[in-house]
């Protein structure tokens, strides 16, 4: 027997293999680490005359900070950016730092003079943002609009659904109002899922004097690639580290993927645990069994979603509404509908076993190994079986696209 065990919320739980099953167990390629990322942060500073000379000639500058799974990594980083920009002239006083509501905490102590602000989306002030070529009204804090400079930092991750996720994220909608955030979301025509990061990233490029600082983190949250410029040259230069990292070749598709959506704060919801679920279908033979791992404290995370499930349409219906009226967590609702036209789901969480069934169409388990025990008693114990154990950071791909599953 292997035991594996599985991100749930802020702690793990196993999931016991048979060694003669596993086919293989699917995380990112490890990746060398930047030996030394003060050193190599402060060389990006330092090499960018064009941010040292709009720094020394702003009377505000705004830093930025999004989501990072390594949150001394962000503090260094941080840090380190605001000592280059003071070696080059910056008063302390001059400089904001604004932290996303997912923003990692930074000592206040530790930076001295530095002004630091938690946006609150649904309290903190707001500007209006004008001009927008976008049909939806954009609210975004105003130490972040009314800066002359303005630096975004975070780390750059894949998302199942939108491609990339973090850094691009950073402005909005992590600076926006939570109502300026679901606009974006929710009934909208000739809308689909790729054309919300483009907006976002639109969004960002919209303001002048703006700056991205990202880096990418291996298998042990170590970076593995820094990069400084803007916004949009800075996500190219990621992007390509993104997917050298967390690609996955998937020569042999199992029977059963055991697999968990990586733990807080991917498995807050149901809502945010099904952003996990495309990561198993490549491992996964048609007609295969997936066991998802998922706490859900905040249970299935929105009233839309859950009424999207409850009607209990076909997914070509809920596609074809789609079509005309995007909703996102609608196309989530769509998603997993349209996945257990093939697949069975069984969901190890805390949410009722009643909504997990009745609503949601899956398989209620109390845990991973007595699903497992459902499914090989169904499918046959010489089923096969691979694992995903953080589902968040790997984009398994699928070696020969015309295998038969």
Known sequence: MVEIWLPYGSSEIPA??????????LKPESKSSVSDPVAEVKRLVESNPELLDRAKG??????????????????SVARTLIGG??????????????RTEDAPEID??????????????????????????????IALNPIFTQADLRIILGELRPHHFLGYSGLSDVVFPGLASRDSALNQLSDRKEVVVSDLRRERIEIADSFSNLFGLGF??????SPVKFALGSVQDCLKDLEKAVLEVYSKKVDRPADIVV?????KPWDKSLLTAIEALPAGLPALKRSGALILAAECPSGHGDTEFYQWCAEHKEARYLEARLRHHFNYAGLKAAFLLRTLESHRIYLVSTIPDHYVDNVFGMRPAATVNSALQAVQHSLGSGSTISVIPDASSVLPILAKANDPK
């Open 16 to 25: 016991r293999i048979p060694e003669e099953r596993l086919v293989e167990i």
């Open 216 to 221: 990418v983190l291996g298998p042990n949250l």
């Open 259 to 263: 697999m968990s959506a990586g733990g």
């Open 108 to 137: 206040q102590i530790l930076l001295g003079d530095i002004n630091v602000t938690s946006h609150d989306p649904s309290s903190s002030a707001l500007a209006p943002v004008k001009d927008s070529k976008l049909e939806f009204p």
């Open 58 to 75: 702003a009377e505000r500058i705004c830093l930025a900070l999004g989501r990072s799974a390594n949150a001394p990594l962000t503090s």
């Open 85 to 98: 920009l003071i070696t080059a002239g910056v008063q302390p006083s001059s400089i904001d730092l604004l």
